[in-house]
Structures are given as C-alpha cells and as structure tokens.
C-alpha cells in the first residue's frame, strides 16, 4: 500500500469511505474501491475501464502519455534491436533475459512442440470454403481443449510451462493450416530446422509440389513485427482471456476466448481495417475527401490505426514499425503506392486540429499491415499474425493469474436500466 490517502465522501452525510492506495513500480496507483459497495450500497461505474485497474501484474508497463512501453522493464525498442522474437517471448514468460543455454532449451521446447494432433486437422474441414482465417483460429485454438483437458493441473508451474510451450509452438501451426484452408492448398507439416518466423511463413507459403526458400528479409521483419506485438498489457483481449481464465476454465478455451476478442477492428482487426481504408480511397488526391468524412461524426467513418485508448502521445510500436516499413520495402524493392498514401495521411492527420485536440497519433497498427503485405500475406491473415504473437502476452498473463495467490472469478456489477420488478399476467389475459 502507498502513504497516499484517498476517500469517498457522501456529500449528503459527509460520511467518508477510505479508498486505500495500491502503489506500483512506476506509474499511477490504484485505488481500491473493493469495499465501496459494502460500506455506501452504491456501485463504482466505468463502463470502458477507462479509470480502472483489473489486476496487479509485473509483465509489461505502459506510459500512454509518454509514449513508453516496457516489457519485464525493458524498452521495446531496445527489444527489437537486440533480441529475437523467442528471448522477448521467454523474458515475457519468465521475467529475465535468458542466457544461451537458457535460450537453446526454450527454443528447443518450442520446436518440439510445433505439430498439431493429426485429428485437429480434420476440424478445418468443418470450415465453410470463405471462412475468415480468424473465425478458424476461433475454433481450432478453443479444439485444443478436448485434447489438453487436464485443467485441474493450473497450479503447477510446470504444467502451466508445458501449456505454455505448446500454446506458443502450435499457435503458427494453426495459422498457417488456416490460411491453406483458405486457399485451398494442402497443409505444410512445421520443419524444425527453421526458427519461428521462418517455419510460419515456411507453412504459409512452401507447397509439396516444389522447394520453397524463406526469405530472410521477411522472417526477421516478421520477428520485429512480432517483438512489437508480443505483449500490451490489458487491453482487451488480454483481459478476455484473464476474465475466461478466471473461472477455472480450460486454458486453451480462454487464449480462443482472447482470439475472438483480437477480431474486432477496434482492436487487432485494425490492421486488415487499414488496407481495406487504405484500398477504398485509392489515391492521393481522395485523401482530404476522405479526411472530411473522418471529422464528419454523422458518416461513423474512422482513420483506421489512429487513435489508442492508452497513448495519448505517439504509440512507440508505431514508431518502429514506421521505420521498418521503409526499411523492408527498400530491401524487398518494393515500391507500393499503399505506403506513399499512408504517409499522406498521417501528415494531414498529424497537422489537423481534429486529430490534435483529440490526441490521435498513429498506433501500431497503422503500418504493420503494409509490411505484412510486402511479405505476400494476404489482408484476412493480417490478424492472425498479430493472434500468433500476442499469444505470448495472453499466456503470460493468464500464467501470472493463475499462478499467483487464491483465484478470485472475475464478476463485474451493472447498473439495472430496464423494467422495475412486476407480476406476470397469464398469455390469455394478455
Ligand atoms: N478516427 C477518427 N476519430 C477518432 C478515432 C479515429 N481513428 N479514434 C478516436 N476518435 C475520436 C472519437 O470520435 C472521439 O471524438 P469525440 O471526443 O469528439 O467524441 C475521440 O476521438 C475519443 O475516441 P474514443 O472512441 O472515445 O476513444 P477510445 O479510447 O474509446 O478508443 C480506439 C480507442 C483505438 C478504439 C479508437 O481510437 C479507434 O477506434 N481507432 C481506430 C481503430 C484502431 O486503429 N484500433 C487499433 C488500436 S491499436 C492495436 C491494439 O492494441 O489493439
């Protein structure tokens, strides 16, 4: 608990509730307003979390207004430029760095785990032919529990390691099982010899008919795309899956329940969001047309990966990821029209009023999928890949929740809006 002191005071009896202060290593505190209904019978309400903690955690720390992110204390952009998507996804994990032993074991691990049950395949071909590959990773992931179910082994660090290795090893397996499904080639088995993101695009791209070389340029854009994603805190698919994984549930069904909440534009599905927007404005010259539409709030029209509900300042991710677009799409000797048309909209965005009263910078997201495409991945896996590496953040904190003290089911209250209690008139006398 922190010195500072906060309360509570009903204005009308000027009775005080203390609201002890929960400090942290850096940032805000907490104030812990667990007894607020007891002591008042009222409720607290914030309906987005704008203003609320769910949990202490030690995995990863963000100062929106600053513009930092940290994992296990480290700076992203230090991640990125020293470290493989494999040590970032063991410090996460774990906590520290790994060593080299530490490093090839973990790695070894996650080689090993790579395959998927022969029968798991066969779930794909339930899929409708146009499914959307995260509608299969839905699916598929939360099928893992009918062939890991021994749930009652969550308190074990080395169960929850094993959970933990598999989860992150098959994650890439699935993904690309569901990009052939979509397009309707047969599936790769992983190759073992490859590392992480070689084996991804390796599954996604290698067919049985001829040889297939990766690409290094594009496995190492892909292990800094996926560094920058691997964790964020509490956003809202982490949260799904703490919320699901509160309940004792089966772990493979919450990282499916985290997946689903992933979809959504407002969230992971904003990379595809942004090709698509940046498709249907075509060219530079219907930029400001657009922009138009963007401020008129009547259009519901949104400057896809612009906007985060924590920066509120610039997004560091997007930052990074700015720089490796031009970097990739130099080294590749890609010249897309698609990353000329972003820049123009950021610079509108970044001078317009509308976009600086309300703190809006580019997130994340607004770049990645420039270079997803430059790689050959197609829009509809965009979210995917961000599924495969956020499955190491999802792990983690559904690791750390279980792992740490007594599990308290996530319960949250409502305001009651609808109908005051009433008697029930029989149909006939309707
Ligand atoms: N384009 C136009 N206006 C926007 C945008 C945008 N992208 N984002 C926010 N606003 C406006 C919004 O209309 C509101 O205006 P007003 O105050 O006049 O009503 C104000 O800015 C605050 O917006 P909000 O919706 O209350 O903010 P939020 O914190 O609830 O939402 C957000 C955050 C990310 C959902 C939102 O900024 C958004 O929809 N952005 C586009 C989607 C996107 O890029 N999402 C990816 C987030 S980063 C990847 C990840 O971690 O998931």
Redesign the pocket.
């Known amino acids: 608990m922190s010195e500072v002191s906060y309360s509570l005071v009903n204005n009308a009896t000027g009775e005080k509730v203390d609201l002890p202060a929960i400090g942290g290593t850096l940032g805000p505190v907490g104030l812990d307003v667990g007894k607020v209904y007891d002591k008042t019978g009222a409720f607290t309400y914030d309906p987005?979390f704008?203003s609320t903690c769910s949990t202490k955690s030690a995995i990863t720390y963000i100062d929106g207004d600053e513009g930092v992110l940290l994992y296990r204390g480290y700076p992203v952009a230090q991640l990125a430029q020293h470290c493989s998507f494999l040590e970032v996804a063991y410090l996460i994990l774990n906590g520290e760095l790994p060593n080299k032993t530490a490093l090839e074991t973990f790695d070894q691990s996650i080689r090993r785990h790579t395959m998927i049950n022969e029968g798991l395949k066969s779930f794909f071909n339930g899929f409708h032919y146009d499914a959307h590959p995260m509608a299969m990773l839905t699916g598929v992931v939360g099928s893992l529990s009918g062939f890991y179910h021994d749930t009652g082994n969550n308190k074990d660090p080395r169960h929850r390691e094993i959970f933990a290795h598999r989860m992150i090893a098959k994650i890439p397996t699935i993904a690309a099982a569901a990009y052939k499904k979509y397009y309707g080639q047969p599936f790769m088995y992983p190759q073992n010899h490859l590392d992480y993101c070689s084996n991804l695009l390796h599954m996604m791209f290698a067919v049985p008919a001829e040889p297939y070389h990766v690409d290094p340029i594009a496995a190492k854009a892909l292990d800094v795309l996926f560094i920058l994603h691997a964790d964020?805190e509490q956003?809202?698919?982490t949260s799904t899956v703490r919320m699901a994984g509160s309940t004792g549930t089966n772990p493979y069904a919450a990282i499916s329940a985290g997946i689903a909440a992933?979809w959504g534009?407002?969230?992971?599905?904003?990379?595809e969001?942004?090709l698509n927007m940046l498709d249907e404005i075509g060219d530079v010259k219907n930029v400001q047309g657009f922009m138009d539409k963007?401020?008129d709030?009547q259009s519901g029209?949104?400057?896809?990966?612009?906007?985060?509900?924590?920066y509120k300042n610039f997004?560091p991710r997007a930052t990074i990821i700015r720089e490796e677009c031009h970097k990739v799409l130099k080294a590749l000797k890609i010249d897309d029209p698609k990353l000329e048309l972003a820049m123009k909209l950021e610079e509108i965005a970044l001078n317009d009023d509308?976009?600086k009263a309300?703190k809006?910078y580019p997130?994340?997201?607004?770049y990645s999928g420039i270079i997803y495409k430059a790689l050959g991945i197609p829009v509809n896996m965009f979210t995917p890949m961000?599924a495969v590496a956020r499955t190491v953040g999802w792990v983690a904190h559904w690791s750390e929740m279980v792992g740490d003290g007594p599990l308290k089911i996530a319960r949250p209250r409502q305001v009651y809006t609808g109908a005051a209690e009433r008697n029930v008139v029989p149909v006939a006398q309707r």
């Not at 534009?265 to 990379?271: E, I, R, W």
């Not at 029209?301 to 924590?310: C, I, S």
């Open positions: 987005g704008t964020h956003n809202a698919s992933l534009p407002a969230h992971g599905g904003a990379n969001a942004v963007v401020k709030k029209v949104r400057l896809m990966g612009f906007g985060h509900r924590v997004d509308y976009f309300r809006l997130n994340v997201d607004f961000f």
